[in-house]
């Protein structure tokens, strides 16, 4: 069985800084895409940024320059590293994760918890 566990968020005033960590606990494939989404209060979540195993991290448009994204010490563990933020990276961010359990022949996306993350003065 697969678990994806978030942590991190909180509240920040403008300009500050925040973390956010996810892992992948269970029996998968080393090779996968993880990544984290958002949703803010009355809109459509969207995908903020994702990286394959071993290849660069593709980001949004509103976050690049500003969040960074990278593996920790192991392929199923990401780090979203978000500076400079605004009020309107205000949202529910969701780690999302793509991945292909043992004995299955394709992939699964799975979905952490949320957490809140809250850009107010």
């Known amino acids: 069985q697969v678990h994806v566990v978030e942590s991190g968020g909180g509240w920040v005033q403008p300009g500050g800084s925040l973390r956010l960590s996810c892992t992948a606990s269970g029996s998968f494939d080393s090779n996968n895409v993880m990544g984290w989404y958002r949703q803010a209060p009355g809109q459509l979540r969207e995908r903020v940024a994702f990286t394959f195993t071993g290849i660069l991290p593709n980001y949004a448009e509103s976050v690049k320059g500003r969040f960074s994204l990278s593996r920790g010490d192991t392929d199923n563990t990401v780090i979203l590293q978000m500076n400079s933020l605004k009020p309107e990276d205000t949202a529910v961010y969701y780690c999302?994760?793509?991945?292909?359990?043992?004995?299955?022949?394709?992939?699964?996306?799975?979905w952490g918890q949320g957490t809140q993350v809250i850009v107010a003065s």
């Open positions: 999302n994760a793509h991945l292909r359990p043992y004995g299955s022949s394709g992939y699964t996306t799975y």
